[in-house]
């Protein structure tokens, strides 16, 4: 098959969330099962070249595209990264772009006039969008190359399917297009503020646009359901969307069922060599150990290394890799402790207050547990961590801020992690804490489903602070009386990934069936 792949990041290119993993490994495995695969991306500021083959400027003319009042000129470039071809789409609106999403301290430098908050969307973002996706149908009918399959990866990327089927309908006459939905929750549905609005960006009839309508507002995922196949990102996950009584789609959930659009839940994989702890230039921990062959000698050196180089009294401030990290508290250790670590963005649906809650709770409880959490976000919740480190002083360190080998470093480092999501649409991080012999303890929804209660890892319900001390605390004491328990559950648990959860296995027995029905 000849598939496209459309997505605004990709890890190695140009990254944001974890859809950058997911984008790319099922393209790097759907080319080892001889499929043609071609990533289609813009080209922005911040774009990273240093793995990419064959960088050249397409021979094609450049275009120009008009989104309302304004013209853009756009042009295409080409390349490969390992066996996957790659599309550049060149335009000044994303040349000028050091994140991919959101505002950066580098694009504040750049424009200090933007008007932009550092975290925060770009306020052209439906420029970014839209103009990506008419190029990709500008792109087609110039090339005039032809492809069996579109996956078009989130509401960036879900108005794709309607452009080609209404404006474009020669070049895609062949066509089949799948829209995968990696989150549904609120602010990630990239809608139209009213009808007026869809009409200024798409041009597309009223009488097509307001079948998109959520209240005043008209959404990419329901309108990309009357031109394409509708996936998310695990079955769970499937399952909740089309619950008209979810409350955490904003609304989508409800169309979802009352017009029985049938969504396909597809769970994620993990690409393992990525993050493997056998070998440290991959996993870029500072020591190796196996999981598998119960043997964390070096899991432990791990945490002895973090708590003497990120978790001391006198610290506030750590550089790695040119990125600055702020700490807030401490950790006291000693060899009773028992740790446990969070990393994730710091927004509500993480259950960052479920987190804030249980640690007004479970130290005098357990006052020999410790917390490892690493993450950034919304500014009233650093905020509120960093008080809370200060507040127990000597059991919890906050790292504000992200730097890929001490985010790895944080969760190899814990004895359990907490997955707290009000909601979750698969989960990444929980397979990087299997992965590195760090136990789940997540609440059941969504993708975090797939933790098998008390064979890899532990689930709760319902989302509380109070539930989730009842489940942890027996958990801690166990794992202090019986160690070699868990020793044996880690190994299970890493077994387990690999049977069921490598992309090799997911792109086979899932995706390859479903691109072809």
Request: aromatic residues 12%; glycine residues 6%; hydrophobic residues 35%.
């Amino acid at each position: 098959m000849k598939i496209w792949m459309v997505s605004r990041e990709y890890a190695g290119i140009a990254e944001a969330g974890g859809v950058k993993n997911v984008v790319c490994s099922l393209s790097e495995e759907l080319t080892e099962l001889h499929n043609e695969v071609t990533l289609f991306i813009p080209k922005y500021k911040c774009t990273d070249f240093s793995n990419i083959k064959n960088y050249n400027e397409s021979n094609l003319s450049s275009e120009s595209i008009q989104i309302g009042d304004k013209s853009f000129n756009v042009s295409f470039s080409t390349g490969k990264i390992k066996n996957v071809n790659i599309v550049f789409i060149n335009s000044s609106i994303y040349d000028e772009k050091n994140n991919v999403y959101t505002y950066s301290s580098k694009d504040l430098e750049d424009n200090p006039n933007c008007g932009g908050t550092i975290g925060c969307g770009y306020k052209d973002w439906l420029y970014l969008d839209i103009l990506f996706q008419k190029a990709i149908c500008v792109y087609a009918q110039k090339s005039k190359l032809k492809c069996d399959i579109v996956h078009c990866h989130d509401a960036c990327c879900a108005m794709l399917p309607v452009f080609a089927k209404v404006f474009f309908e020669k070049d895609f006459d062949c066509t089949k297009f799948i829209v995968t939905i990696h989150n549904a929750g609120p602010a990630y549905h990239h809608e139209f503020c009213d009808i007026d609005q869809a009409k200024y960006f798409t041009n597309l009839p009223y009488e097509l646009l307001s079948n998109g309508l959520n209240g005043c507002r008209v959404e990419p995922y329901v309108l990309a359901s009357l031109y394409s196949k509708l996936s998310a990102v695990s079955c769970d996950y499937a399952k909740e969307l089309l619950d008209e009584n979810n409350t955490n789609s904003d609304g989508l959930s409800k169309i979802f069922s009352e017009r029985k659009i049938s969504i396909t839940g597809i769970t994620n994989g993990i690409d393992i060599n990525r993050y493997s702890p056998e070998d440290k230039s991959i996993s870029l921990l500072p020591f190796e150990f196996s999981p598998e062959k119960k043997d964390l000698k070096g899991k432990i050196k791990c945490r002895k290394f973090f708590l003497e180089n990120y978790a001391k009294k006198e610290n506030s401030q750590i550089i790695i890799s040119n990125e600055k990290i702020k700490q807030f508290g401490y950790i006291d250790y000693d060899e009773n402790s028992i740790f446990i670590s969070f990393h994730g963005r710091l927004v509500r649906q993480k259950g960052i207050f479920v987190i804030l809650d249980l640690l007004d709770r479970i130290f005098e409880k357990e006052p020999n547990v410790k917390f490892i959490i690493n993450g950034q976000g919304e500014s009233y919740l650093q905020d509120e961590l960093a008080n809370k480190a200060k507040k127990y002083a000597g059991k919890i360190v906050y790292l504000c801020g992200y730097e890929k080998s001490l985010a790895r470093l944080c969760t190899a480092s814990g004895d359990f992690a907490l997955f707290p999501s009000d909601f979750e649409p698969c989960g990444l991080e929980d397979f990087i804490a299997q992965i590195y012999g760090t136990i789940p303890v997540a609440h059941f929804t969504g993708g975090l489903k797939k933790i098998i209660n008390g064979k890899t890892g532990f689930t709760y319900s319902p989302n509380t602070a109070e539930i989730l001390l009842e489940t942890i605390l027996p958990l801690i004491n166990h794992k202090i009386q019986q160690p070699s328990y868990y020793d044996s559950l880690i190994s299970n648990t890493a077994k387990y990934l690999k049977e069921n959860y490598t992309w090799k296995t997911v792109t086979k027995n899932k995706y390859i069936p479903f691109f072809n029905s």
